[in-house]
């Protein structure tokens, strides 16, 4: 099942039956630079995948690498950034890479 945030943009899918949040991304489009991180909606984050702890899954598709990790072990090392409302992000939580399981494909 697909996901929106309020701004009604895709932020990725969800699996309920097997608490699994997935996204595919671009390394050169979606990393936060500046910390090295991925984001996800922040709302979405602590009204569903943190209270159920779910499992968030990340397929980077320019280095061929998939980010595990559960929304627990997400939030201990997270950072939260709020964006201009003008842009269609609005607040964001990030995590940086070095804190994901990560695997090739």
Request: aromatic fraction near 14%.
């Amino acid at each position: 099942m697909l996901v929106k945030n309020k701004q009604g943009k895709i932020i990725g899918e969800v699996i309920p039956q097997d608490f699994l949040f997935k996204k595919s991304v671009n390394l050169s489009r979606h990393l936060m630079k500046k910390i090295d991180a991925f984001g996800i909606d922040a709302a979405y984050f602590t009204n569903v995948l943190l209270p159920n702890n779910y499992h968030i899954k990340i397929t980077e598709r320019d280095e061929h690498k998939i980010y595990r990790i559960t929304a627990v072990e997400f939030k201990k090392n997270a950072e939260y950034l709020h964006f201009n409302k003008d842009q269609d992000h609005g607040a964001q939580i990030f995590l940086a890479r070095r804190f994901w399981q990560v695997e090739s494909y």
